[in-house]
């Protein structure tokens, strides 16, 4: 197994390239199953989970080429619509296939996800709405049994799930009649699955609202090119480790639009941002001023920023409280930081954290892929040396994170197994 072992203390300083967004792109590549076709996808980040997904793709029977951040997948060949424990198990994600595969066959057959490093992440919500659209469901030996002709209907989310909205649309667009979405997420990942189902000939609206107005349509287009947009929380990772490391780094390939929480959190900080059409400049300040945060749907603060966030705080000048409203229990990067010295106290999902001088590196172990993340910018921001263990969890969702570090400056080397 890969270790990435860190020197720290070295400031960043130069140009970071974002890449595509892991979370955009995997339900992108599930709706391309909808339609048979050829869909040619651009800006697609090369990630444990596209490949994952990639291979998902091809047990349901569809030709996937992938070359250089280009995706070419070939639905018309798609057969079997059946997505098996063995992949399920490795990517939640997977899970979005399942509105896909009951859209085009009438059937779907999709293992259930079970839990993740960090609790039980149920999967209530998209069964209810693909039950209200007249799917029937049935649960035989862990797998999803889906069937039916489907009907639009009024869906109300209880809180707003991505992936349960993400398979809320893609069931509803061939669905008959009309279906409406209340509570809907309001992700940018959503409104870009939005925007790929309409340019496929869906008739979907209401976009970046918490209602989204779906008109049942009888086929859609059969080729599509597509861009994926920026990974905000790459991004925001690396906004977050200039600021924790110190420095003066510019990202480019951004949307700065999807980050204005996190921007604002930053400036709070005392950490200077500056922001171009596509691009962010950041300048660490001396002192980080002490920010308490509290995570939400979108357009709040990410979850998938926290444990980055809190890391950047086991810095801060004085105490700070870190509450995760979406996951209770994603806090696997609480004990692991305080390996390196961070003074964190944990109860139930409210982190209070208080700021020291220094952080001291050690070794230190990977639970999933943005506590991982958390632990290099804290390595990196950490006096001595530190080992990271099990990364393949950060493989899952940063590509090359080690190269783009380096770049930049930092100490940092992947040692392979
Ligand atoms: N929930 C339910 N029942 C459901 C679905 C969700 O109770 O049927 C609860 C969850 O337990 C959680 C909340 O609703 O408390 C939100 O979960 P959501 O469904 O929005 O999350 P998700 O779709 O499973 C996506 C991202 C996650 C990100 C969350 C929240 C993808 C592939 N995953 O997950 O990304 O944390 O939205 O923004 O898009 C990551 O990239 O590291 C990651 C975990």
Redesign the pocket.
């Known amino acids: 197994m890969d270790k990435i072992i860190i020197r720290g203390g070295k400031p960043l300083f130069g140009e970071v390239n974002i890449g595509g967004a ?3 792109v ?2 992108i590549m599930a709706a391309t199953v909808i339609s048979p076709g050829h869909y040619n996808l651009t800006n697609v980040p090369n990630l444990r ?1 596209t490949r994952t997904m990639a291979e998902l793709l091809r047990v349901i029977g569809a030709k996937v080429e992938y070359n250089n951040h280009k995706m070419e997948i070939d639905s018309t060949t798609c057969n079997n619509p059946v997505a098996p424990y063995d992949l399920v198990k490795t ?3 997977s ?2 296939i399942l509105g896909a595969l009951i859209s085009r066959f009438g059937y779907a057959e999709v293992s259930m996800p079970g839990g ?1 490093a960090w ?10 709405a693909l039950k209200k659209l007249g799917a029937h469901l049935n649960l035989d030996h862990g797998n999803i049994i889906a069937s039916g002709k489907l009907t639009g209907n009024e869906i109300k989310f ?9 398979n809320a649309l893609m069931a509803a667009v061939k669905a008959n009649g009309k279906t409406i979405i209340r509570n809907a ?1 309001r ?1 940018p ?1 959503i409104d870009t699955l939005v925007d790929f189902l309409n340019l496929l000939g869906a008739v979907i609206t209401g976009k970046s609202t918490s209602t989204l107005m779906i008109e049942g349509v009888n086929a859609l287009d059969d080729n599509l090119d597509f861009e994926i947009i920026p990974d905000r ?1 790459e991004a925001g990772t690396f906004l977050i480790a200039a600021a924790l490391i110190g420095g003066e780094i510019t990202l480019t390939g951004v949307n700065p639009n999807h980050l204005s929480a996190v921007i604002n959190k930053l400036k709070a900080s005392g950490t200077e941002v500056i922001i171009f059409e596509n691009k962010i400049k950041v300048c660490a300040s001396k002192e980080i001023k002490a920010v308490d945060m509290t995570t939400a ?2 357009p709040e603060f ?3 920023l926290q444990a980055q966030w809190m890391a950047l705080m086991t810095k801060c000048t004085s105490s700070v409280t870190i509450i995760d409203e ?3 229990d ?1 806090f696997t990067h609480v004990a692991e930081l305080s390996r390196l010295g961070a003074n964190i106290k944990l109860e139930r999902n409210v982190a209070t954290v208080t700021g020291i001088d220094t952080l001291i590196g050690a070794p230190v172990m990977s639970t ?3 506590a991982s993340a958390s632990l290099i910018l804290a390595c990196l921001a950490a006096d001595g040396e530190s080992e990271i263990s099990r990364v393949y969890h950060i493989d ?2 940063y590509e090359n994170i080690e190269k783009k570090f380096q770049k930049l400056g930092a100490d940092i080397n992947r040692i392979s197994n």
């Open positions: 892991k979370n955009a995997l339900p989970d990517m939640r994600a899970f979005d993740c609790g039980p992440r149920p999967v209530n919500y998209h069964i209810d209880k809180f707003p799930s991505v992936g349960a909205t993400k997420a992700e990942e929380i749907p979108y990410p979850t998938d979406v996951y209770f994603r999933d892929i943005r899952r969702g």
